[in-house]
């Protein structure tokens, strides 16, 4: 099937003003509108707004303020539930991710289905600020809890042959109401080299602000790969396989001229949407200028050594 580049995403402004401001918790004719819009009842929920609960950090290592919670949980692309950002949380209010399996395997010596809060218990959870950078140029800067996909890979132990991992997000469309949407090929599906895979920076996250995910945001478990494109990070995993191939992804078969496998931020590629170069930082007013690999080259770099960037975007 053929796209326009106009299917991919629809053309949508993001948060009206009066949530991007209560979003951002700024501030209008003098007065804090982070919270306050629930208690003038000014924009009356059908349910309490879900709390925060307490980070270590406040920051990320370049200084960056996090992006408010209320953002973070209520700006969301999920095309499983629908394209609309703001009509994620409402719509995966419901959603069921207790109980849930994790099936692990393909080319590896110790294949096993995992229930997610095992997982938890066993590899714990770590504080990891990240800044995330989405391919449209927005970004957030977000308090995770989860531990490195590296310790799960470890256990099974990948045969000589692994050279990629594919992960599998959920597939029900009884319960997803994107996924009767024709335009993408379900479920989602994404893919790291192994070595990316490895790295200390990659996360399987099960929290942020302190407290279990909730749907809008992936829950019960979804990748984070701060130095790629949001679009990597797959959210609500139910299969994480060794491969010897290149996954073909979501968004590699969407659109293979716009999306490559590797998805590397990097401001001197421009995607034919939307320039790389700067972003809007969800809450900051003025533009800023996009980091190479989103500020992580040093940790990360030297796995493209011998790839060109340009190329292998
Ligand atoms: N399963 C699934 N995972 C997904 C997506 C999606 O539509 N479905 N969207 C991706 C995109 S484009 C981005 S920018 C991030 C957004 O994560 P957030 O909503 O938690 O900020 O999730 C990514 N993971
Ligand atoms: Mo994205």
Not at 181 to 194: A, K, M
Not at 203 to 232: E, T
Not at 278 to 291: A, H, P, Y
Request: aromatic content about 10%.
């Amino acid at each position: 099937m053929k796209l326009r580049s106009s299917d991919i995403t629809p053309e949508k402004t993001y948060l009206s003003r009066r949530k991007f401001l209560r979003a951002a918790g700024l501030t209008v004719g003098g007065a804090i509108l982070l919270g306050a819009c629930e208690r003038l009842g000014v924009e009356p929920e059908d349910a309490p707004a879900p709390k925060p609960g307490p980070t270590k950090s406040k920051q990320d290592e370049l200084g960056d303020p996090l992006t408010s919670f209320a953002a973070v949980t209520s700006y969301n692309n999920f095309y499983e539930f629908t394209t609309d950002k703001e009509g994620v949380a409402p719509l995966a209010r419901g959603f069921k991710t207790r109980p849930w399996t994790i099936a692990v395997g393909g080319l590896v010596a110790r294949p096993k289905t995992y229930d997610v809060d095992d997982l938890v218990r066993k590899f714990g959870e770590l504080e990891k600020v990240y800044r995330m950078r989405c391919v449209e140029a927005w970004s957030m800067v977000i308090p995770w809890l989860g531990f490195p996909l590296a310790k799960l890979l470890k256990e099974v132990e990948p045969t000589s042959k692994a050279k990629y991992v594919r992960f599998t997000a959920i597939y029900d469309p009884q319960n997803l109401p994107g996924q009767s949407n024709g335009s993408y090929s379900w479920p989602y599906v994404e893919g790291l080299r192994l070595d990316e895979a490895m790295n200390d920076l990659t996360l399987l996250s099960h929290g942020l602000y302190g407290r279990p995910l909730l749907a809008q945001n992936g829950a019960p478990l979804r990748l984070v790969v701060p130095w790629k494109y949001g679009f990597k990070s797959v959210k609500s995993i139910v299969k994480i396989d060794l491969v010897e191939e290149e996954p073909v992804t979501l968004w590699m078969r969407a659109a293979p001229d716009q999306y490559g496998f590797f998805a590397n931020v990097n401001p001197e590629v421009s995607h034919p949407r939307w320039s790389q170069s700067t972003e809007r930082r969800i809450g900051e007013i003025s533009r800023r200028k996009t980091l190479m690999l989103n500020g992580y080259a040093e940790e990360v770099g030297r796995l493209y050594r011998r790839l060109d960037l340009k190329k292998n975007f």
